[in-house]
Nanobody, 122 residues
Framework: QVQLVESGGGLVQPGGSLRLSCAASGSIFSVGAMGWYRQAPGKQRELVATITSSGGTNYADSVKGRFAISRDNAQNTVYLQMDSLKPEDTAVYYC????????????????WGQGTQVTVSS
């Protein structure tokens, strides 16, 4: 069993910053790419940023230059530093990871966190 646990969401004023964390735990053999997605009310879930196991990153155009994704491979944790936040960044943010889990056989699966609310408002 593998789970992703997110933390760090909350209410922040426009122009402010937040840092999200997501830790993977359980029967993990290895963790591949990790990422953050978000879903605003009435909208589809969208990619925010991804990071490979070797540190290669990819960002949505809407967050380039404001958000930074990073990871700690020893802790199986991914972070999202969000600066210069805008009201349009308001959404539930979900962590995603590609994980090879242990068991009778190794199994590769995609996992999602439970989501953390980020609200940007004055």
């Amino acid at each position: 069993q593998v789970q992703l646990v997110e933390s760090g969401g909350g209410l922040v004023q426009p122009g402010g910053s937040l840092r999200l964390s997501c830790a993977a735990s359980g029967s993990i053999f290895s963790v591949g790419a990790m990422g953050w997605y978000r879903q605003a009310p009435g909208k589809q879930r969208e990619l925010v940023a991804t990071i490979t196991s070797s540190g290669g990153t990819n960002y949505a155009d809407s967050v380039k230059g404001r958000f930074a994704i990073s990871r700690d491979n020893a802790q199986n944790t991914v972070y999202l530093q969000m600066d210069s936040l805008k009201p349009e960044d308001t959404a539930v943010y979900y962590c995603n990871a590609d994980i090879l889990s242990t068991g009778f056989l190794l199994k590769r699966s995609e996992y999602w966190g439970q989501g953390t609310q980020v609200t940007v408002s004055s």
